[in-house]
């Protein structure tokens, strides 16, 4: 009698136990479904919304802009040494042309002011140029007093 019992007892365990592994699963398996549900249902409510808002961040067409020779005497070097810098502009936007034109001596002056500042171990090496290139995209930014360069690439740069 007490063998049957136990036997029905370990019956009762394996299944909750076999209940117990499996509805762990089902459980995950439930909300993970929901989940997604729940995301399908939202996104496409506000699909509309969601792409507009995507693709105008994207501009249509980005803009371009030169600007001529720059050449300045480093700081410390008593007109001996000099730096040629030729650069130009990627920006966010075609619309944003007018606005480099208009700031054209505004920008240029403000580069020089900078570039002159430097010494000459402050403008050579390849970091110092990365770190030197973001710099001028920060004060092209403030002198125009907005976000409108993206990017800046050398065209020319020569240190003399």
Do not use: C, W
Not at 65 to 77: F, G, H, K, R, S
Request: hydrophobic share 35%.
């Amino acid at each position: 009698m007490a063998n049957k019992k136990n036997s029905i007892e370990d019956k009762k365990k394996s299944k909750q136990s076999i209940f117990r592994r499996y509805g762990k699963y089902f459980l995950i398996l439930f909300l993970v479904l929901g989940q997604v549900f729940v995301a399908y249902s939202i996104v496409t409510q506000n699909y509309d919304a969601i792409y507009d808002y995507t693709q105008s961040l994207v501009p249509v067409e980005r803009g371009k802009a030169e600007l001529n020779e720059i050449i300045v005497n480093p700081a410390d070097t008593n007109g001996q040494r000099y730096l040629l810098v030729q650069l130009s502009l990627e920006l966010d936007s075609i619309d944003d042309q007018p606005l480099i034109e208009e700031h054209r001596s505004k920008i240029r002056n403000n580069i020089i002011k900078y570039l002159s500042a430097k010494t000459v171990t402050e403008l050579q090496g390849i970091k110092d140029k990365e770190d030197l290139r973001v710099e001028l995209i920060q004060i092209i930014n403030d002198a125009i007093d907005s976000r409108s360069v993206r990017n800046l690439y050398y065209s020319k740069y020569v240190m003399q």
